[in-house]
């Protein structure tokens, strides 16, 4: 085997699990792009190990998810009652967890560490120094991004958050951005060296997610044949916005009462981060608006169920305050139904020209956005096609393929003291989807 053979990779995601419900607690978009990742990589014949928290007695140590794809419940901690800003204080303890399995294992059994969100980060920079293996960061979310962008009333990041970005930026061997402006956010407010930081979209199940028969799946899942349907994927906190879609469905109601009855926004996720700390804070605001009836909340659903809920839907808002990237748009884009974002973060890549973005989280523009694509059918019908082919562009192989291209770049630059990557510096966009 050559120096550069990457046949074994470490995933580490330590403050949640690839195997739980995203929409609920700290699971969400990340714990997608994990696991379809190690599926990708593991059906390549690489093995991938995903080391996490373990959060319950009843988890077995070790769960194979597929041929060539194991989850390692690494205890850290009480399993129950630790928010994720109470696990900065356990990353000794995680570490520890890891550094015992790879003691039972042969000298340079990881060939690689590839770590997600910046406590992974914290761990993944001492193992990869201890197995001499490079080390790949995916930040997913940053602190000093999100702080820039905080909604009304949430909390902003600790400093110890952003010190510990800062380390692991400074350590990885190659950063993974998800856009080019991710990239850019990385170089100017972390000082990532450019030829360390290389753009890998994130993908879409095309197989998964795709269009469907819109009458069949509103009888699925139990919603009107003629209603006039919005929907809201995602946890429900601050950072992710649902009340903007509330406020704006509550002004279309004013400036439109015959839609009383038939305006229906459903939405789709748990409380979750600042959100728990009044979790029924949505609900109270569809009340004190007096459109109670027009909202639905339903729990989230296995990923198997949520392209019914795209395809029931005639448009999905994406109101966030701030995205790294946005999965939930281009999911719903695979489905062909339209995408009203915010057009922060990766919202434009995610969305390109195929939905419509927002400027703003003010009600009277995002109801000025929604009121004419709902009025319009011919109008959503046409975003509705360019969205599947925008979405095709964002398959899990190509990512995988080119994620697999930086792990290579990523041991060479180690072999070779740090080389920059063959590609250029801020390479991986396609040209298709380049901001």
């Avoid at 060539?68 to 901690?77: D, E, M, Q, S």
């Avoid at 999100?146 to 510990?164: C, M, Q, S, V, Y």
């Avoid at 990523?410 to 990557?421: E, F, H, I, K």
């Amino acid at each position: 085997m050559g120096p550069c053979d990457i046949r074994r990779v470490a995933m580490l995601s330590v403050h949640t699990s690839p195997l739980e419900q995203p929409g609920t607690g700290d699971a969400g978009g990340m714990n997608v792009y994990v696991v379809e990742v190690a599926r990708q990589l593991a059906r390549r014949g690489v093995e991938v190990e995903i080391f996490t928290r373990a959060t319950s007695a009843q988890q077995p140590p070790v769960v194979e998810m597929e041929p060539g794809l194991l989850v390692r419940h690494v205890t850290a901690g009480p399993y129950e009652g630790l928010g994720k800003e109470d696990l900065p204080g356990q990353l000794c303890a995680f570490a520890a967890g890891v550094m015992r399995v790879a003691a039972h294992a042969p000298e340079s059994y990881y060939h690689l560490v590839h770590t997600h969100y910046w406590l992974s980060g914290q761990v993944g920079w001492l193992a990869a120094d201890r197995w001499q293996a490079p080390l790949v960061h995916t930040m997913h979310t940053m602190a000093r991004v999100k702080n820039a962008h905080l909604a009304e009333g949430d909390t902003p990041e600790p400093p110890g958050r952003e010190i510990g970005e800062v380390q692991v930026v400074e350590a990885a061997d190659r950063l993974i951005a998800n856009t080019l402006g991710e990239a850019r956010e990385l170089v100017d407010l972390y000082g990532a060296e450019p030829d360390k930081v290389v753009v890998v979209p994130p993908g879409v199940d095309l197989g998964l997610f795709s269009p469907g028969d819109r009458a069949a799946a509103r009888a699925d899942v139990g919603l009107p044949a003629n209603a006039r349907v919005l929907l809201f994927v995602g946890r429900i906190q601050p950072l992710k916005a649902p009340e903007v879609l509330v406020r704006a469905a509550a002004e279309l109601l004013r400036r439109h009462p015959e839609w009383h009855g038939e305006l229906v926004v459903a939405v789709l996720g748990g409380p979750s981060g600042s959100g728990l700390a009044h979790p029924t804070a949505l609900d109270d605001l569809a009340r004190e608006l007096g459109i109670r009836d027009s909202v639905r909340f339903v729990p989230p659903v296995p990923r198997t169920e949520l392209p019914r809920w795209y395809r029931a839907a005639d448009l999905v808002a994406v109101p966030s305050y701030s995205e790294s990237f946005g999965l939930v748009a281009v999911e719903a884009q695979a489905c062909g139904t339209p995408v009203v974002a915010a057009d922060v973060g990766g919202l434009p890549t995610a969305v390109g020209t195929a939905g419509v973005l927002v400027d703003g989280h003010e009600t009277a523009r995002w109801a000025d956005a929604l009121e004419p694509l709902l009025l319009d059918r011919r109008r959503r019908e046409w975003l509705s096609a360019k969205a599947v082919r925008h979405a095709a562009l964002f398959g899990w192989d190509r990512t995988t393929e080119r994620l697999f291209e930086v792990y290579v770049e990523a041991c060479r630059a180690r072999t070779n003291g740090g080389a920059p990557a063959p590609n250029g510096s801020l390479a991986g966009v396609p040209a298709a989807v380049t901001p």
